[in-house]
């Protein structure tokens, strides 16, 4: 019973480059969130996706990101033109159902990402 | 603005002894409180999530106490042992909040020998 995965685990982008962050829920997940760990700072809330919606996207950056999560395939978060800001841990969650009540969250082991 | 705030100086005790870490929180008014165990180059792990209308809740060695009065939750790990060594976070959701977290910085701890 695999938990939730992320791949890569490390990504190196020079500035300009696109990085592409892949993540495959729980077997009957269909809510997935993603976070962004900065050094020294707590994981934020970017995005809450379901299959083929976009829930919340209040925590991600108006511009060079996006999120998806297809019928089929893992959920991809997407940043154009990165920059050496953008360097940081980003984790993939996910639950059964929303709300944490009776269904909190199981986060992956992240994609670290560095922007030389 | 909102703000949580739990220890950033790493505690450390000896082995057998009880773990107190804190969280405490301003500006805010959270449904529910979670706990979760965080290790290098890994993804935080749920432990004990425990609801506005709760006092106490515990979980094996491991228990929490919310008080919404002095905006403030305390986390319990007894008879620690080595294995407990890790990073601790605290995070809160709002009614409502569909599992959008606000989490705090962490509290390192570690458990000698």
């Known amino acids: 019973n695999a938990g939730v995965m992320q791949n890569p685990r490390h990504l190196v982008r020079r500035r300009g480059q696109e990085a592409r962050l892949r993540c495959s829920p729980m077997k009957g997940h269909s809510h997935v969130y993603w976070y962004r760990q900065l050094p020294e700072e707590g994981l934020k809330f970017m995005v809450y996706?379901?299959?083929?919606?976009?829930?919340?996207e209040s925590g991600m950056p108006k511009e060079r990101f996006s999120a998806e999560f297809p019928k089929e395939g893992p959920s991809i978060l997407r940043i154009q033109q990165v920059v050496r800001g953008d360097s940081a841990a980003y984790f993939c969650?996910?639950?059964?159902?929303?709300?944490?009540?009776?269904?909190?969250?199981?986060f992956g082991n992240g994609t670290r990402l560095t922007v030389t | 603005s909102q703000k949580i705030e739990q220890n950033s100086e790493a505690l450390n005790i000896q082995e057998g002894k009880t773990a107190t870490l804190t969280c405490n929180y301003t500006?805010?008014?959270?449904?529910?409180l979670q706990w979760y165990r965080q290790d290098p180059g890994r993804g935080p792990v749920f432990l004990l999530l425990?609801?506005?209308?709760?006092k106490e809740k515990r979980k094996e060695r491991l228990k929490v106490t919310f008080d919404t009065t002095l905006k403030q939750s305390l986390f319990h790990i007894t008879a620690s042992q080595p294995a407990d060594s890790a990073t601790y976070l605290c995070?809160?959701?709002?009614?409502?909040?569909?599992?959008?977290?606000?989490f705090g910085t962490g509290t390192q701890l570690k458990v000698e020998l």
């Open positions: 996706l379901q299959k083929e919606n976009i829930i919340d």
């Open positions: 995070a809160l959701e709002p009614t409502g909040g569909g599992n959008k977290l606000t």
């Open positions: 969650a996910s639950s059964p159902a929303a709300g944490s009540d009776n269904s909190p969250l199981h």
């Open positions: 425990i609801r506005e209308n709760e």
């Open positions: 500006n805010y008014s959270p449904a529910y």
